[in-house]
């Protein structure tokens, strides 16, 4: 089993950051990508950014040159530093691990960019 607990959401300014961070805990498997998945209201579930164990990285071109995911192998931990943030990237984010046929969740936290 693996748990995934989101932290680091809330409200910002349109043009401003916020940075998003996941602890992973659990049994975490040698092959395995990790990532960050948003919903908004109304919306399907959408990738936002992923990185292999191996640190390939894929990125929806909505966020392109905006968003950076990044990991810490020897915490366990995947970060998302957002910035030049938009309107449209309101949404609920949540953290995501895929290995060996299973995904897990994270519980999911929300992001707001309002003036």
């Known amino acids: 089993q693996v748990q995934l607990v989101e932290s680091g959401g809330g409200l910002v300014q349109p043009g401003g950051s916020l940075r998003l961070s996941c602890a992973a805990s659990g049994t975490i498997l040698g092959i395995h990508v990790l990532g960050w998945y948003r919903q908004a209201p109304g919306k399907q579930r959408e990738l936002v950014a992923a990185?292999?164990?191996?640190?390939?990285?894929n990125y929806a071109d909505s966020v392109k040159g905006r968003f950076t995911i990044s990991r810490d192998s020897a915490k366990n931990t995947v970060s998302l530093q957002m910035n030049s943030l938009k309107p449209e990237d309101t949404a609920a984010y949540y953290c995501?691990?895929?290995?060996?046929?299973?995904?897990?969740w994270g519980q999911g936290t929300q992001v707001t960019v309002s003036s």
């Open positions: 990185m292999t164990y191996g640190g390939s990285t």
């Open positions: 995501n691990l895929k290995q060996y046929g299973v995904t897990y």
